[in-house]
């Protein structure tokens, strides 16, 4: 079945109605909403892996000292937008959403671009307020991209280059078009290998997504025939990095049979592409669910246990009988259908790794980062702070151990600043807080702080001072810090301190709280909780106090902090939430394990 073109269509309006607004919102800073971190994570490998440029071996990718790695990823969108850079930028800095990224147990990033960011393209849509990406001021698209890759690898996060797209417009159906002929494709994808050469947080470029009709698979026309133009591409881009991987995709239709765009690899089981340097070739295919389009196999009866085989047969065969790795570079849905939610259960059982910290498994990066795809939403929620937890929980039990070995630049500084200590309050009005701490040390030098209220990034200083307005009165505030060095390392944070603002009104407060299981999978669970005012006045904050009737323990928490004391948890607002009109109600949830809690007896106080 053809893949609708709807899908891209969408993708595309988005884009220029989020150009249209950034210049709107480039100037405001989202409210910070907690962001919640996933539960059941797997352990992390006894030894360090991801250390320099990668290869393979069969159906496995091997690092430089040949330990078996398995990319686990997301796809951040953006730079083959009208926006010239990746999405988001508006609301965040780039930095704090990379580390949500790590902290949520992804390793890698698969960056789409257009060729049009080679034509000195200038970015738009990222908001420089409260010194949020002021590394990025006055850059162009290409060097912003710099500074993604290298922070991205200074965390140990590795990046696939993805060219989606010949210029900002449109998808195509082949690897050229009338305005970007293949000549452009080809001194583009050289341009990059030589601009990241040495840079091992880049290990691979995908060459061009989602080939589909009228491309073919080995028919031997040179004007159509991908697996032919794969390897003009993966030559191009060896010439010169010899060590970076080629990430090939499949085509739409194979022998008559249909599948995704760029998700059939049925012709590699007889034409498989031939590169100059050996083991190099990545298989990438894409699929998804009935959000993006119907497809035949969703109204089988047999559905979901038909699955398996359909897989096994456009790109799943080639993982099985250990002709290459690999990776399935797109998967999403909006999760809303059951339907959706089978598919992607199934999804996520048969890349499940088939060994020990899944060196030996199906590598992935999940479509997408951004909750602006609009026929799959995101990782991320609208707010673009807070995470779909339901969403990112399917993927926990295929995430991998992250990478030691990444380091933009290959092999510099990646060495974090001391953890700031001594962080007090030095002083309070009714619309600012003010801070101070003592000074971190680094062997290359500290750059400057990040000062943090909640999760979001509310400053950035060069000092050990800082004081946070436009603040409300009579809230409380809760403040961490982390330094930075000149590297582009990020210590830890520091110990959190509190403050409460000056100003207080009248009237009775009061509250009550109510409780919501919204999805449970055995060894753990989400819960909903609403805060209503009972009282006559509004509510400067509030505190939801429970026992647990079980052993549940809460790992995150998003829009309230958090404490626990054996059984009993404590939550309290967050910085954005604590006024609540009378009548009004705020809402928060968490995670926690294992699943299958009773209901606890909710106490709730306001103030």
């Known amino acids: 079945m053809r893949h609708p073109p709807a899908r891209r269509l969408r993708r595309a309006l988005v884009a220029l109605l989020t150009a249209a607004v950034a210049t709107l919102v480039q100037f405001t800073v989202a409210a910070p909403v907690q962001a919640a971190a996933v539960t059941g994570s797997p352990s992390v490998a006894a030894a360090a892996s991801g250390a320099g440029y990668w290869h393979t071996a069969g159906r496995q990718i091997l690092d430089a000292q040949n330990q078996p790695v398995r990319m686990a990823g997301i796809n951040w969108f953006g730079f083959e937008t009208a926006n010239y850079v990746t999405h988001g930028l508006w609301s965040r800095d780039y930095k704090s959403m990379i580390d949500q990224m790590k902290t949520l147990g992804y390793n890698t990033i698969r960056l789409p671009y257009s060729d049009d960011i080679f034509k000195g393209t200038q970015p738009n849509g990222i908001t420089y307020a409260n010194g949020l990406n002021a590394d990025l001021q006055g850059l162009d698209s290409l060097h912003v991209m710099d500074k993604i890759v290298d922070y991205a690898g200074s965390i140990g996060l590795k990046v696939v280059l993805d060219r989606h797209r010949p210029d900002s417009s449109a998808q195509s159906a082949l690897w050229y078009t009338s305005a970007v002929p293949e000549t452009t494709w080809i001194s583009d994808l050289k341009a990059l290998a030589a601009r990241y050469n040495g840079n091992t947080a880049v290990i691979g470029i995908d060459l061009h997504n989602e080939p589909h009709d009228p491309a073919c698979w080995g028919c031997g026309d040179t004007s159509i025939d991908w697996r032919l133009a794969a390897e003009r591409g993966g030559n191009a881009v060896l010439s010169v990095n010899p060590s970076l991987l080629i990430f090939v995709e499949g085509v739409q239709t194979v022998n008559g049979q249909s599948d995704w765009w760029g998700g059939n ?28 389009a119907q497809q035949p196999w969703f109204s089988d009866p047999s559905f979901p246990s038909n699955m398996p085989a359909i897989w096994d047969k456009n790109w799943g065969y080639i993982f099985k009988q250990n002709i290459a ?66 969403k990112d929980g399917y993927l926990a039990t295929i995430k991998a151990p992250g990478f030691s070995g990444g380091g933009g630049g290959g092999g510099g500084d990646t060495t974090a600043p001391s953890t700031p200590t001594g962080l007090a309050v030095t002083g309070t009005t009714s619309s600012s807080v003010s801070l101070s701490w003592s000074a971190s040390t680094d062997d290359s030098g500290v750059a400057g702080y990040d000062v943090y209220r909640g999760t979001a990034k509310t400053g950035q200083v060069t000092g050990t001072t800082f004081t946070d307005t436009g603040l409300t009165a009579g809230t409380r505030y809760d ?39 919204s999805s449970d999978w055995g060894n753990g669970f989400n819960a909903d909780i609403t805060v209503t005012n009972t009282g006559s006045a509004t509510t400067k904050s509030w505190q939801v106090t429970w026992d647990w009737p079980g052993s549940q323990t809460v790992s995150s928490m998003w829009n309230a902090s958090y404490s626990q004391t054996g059984k009993t948890v404590t939550a309290r607002n967050a910085d954005h939430n604590g006024a609540i009109a009378p009548g009004a109600s705020a809402g928060f949830g968490f995670g926690a394990a294992p699943g299958g809690a009773g209901v606890p007896v909710l106490n709730c106080s306001a103030g």
């Open 265 to 292: 690899l049925a012709g590699v089981a007889t034409a498989p592409v031939r590169l100059s340097v050996a083991n190099r070739v990545v298989y990438s295919a894409h699929d998804y669910a009935t959000s993006v």
């Open 325 to 390: 790795p690999v990776w399935l570079g797109e998967f999403g849905t909006t999760l809303q259908s059951t339907v959706d939610q089978k598919w992607l259960a199934a999804l996520v059982d048969y890349l499940r790794p088939t060994a020990t910290y899944g060196g030996d498994s199906f590598n992935w990066t999940f479509w997408s980062w951004n909750p602006n795809s609009g026929d799959t939403g995101g990782i991320l929620k609208d707010d673009w702070q807070t995470v779909d937890t339901v």
């Open 479 to 517: 403040y961490t810090v982390r330094a930075r060095d000149t590297a582009g390392n990020t210590s830890a944070a520091s110990a959190s301190v509190s403050a409460t603002t000056a100003g207080s009104g009248g009237g009775s407060t009061g509250c009550t709280a109510t409780y919501k299981v």
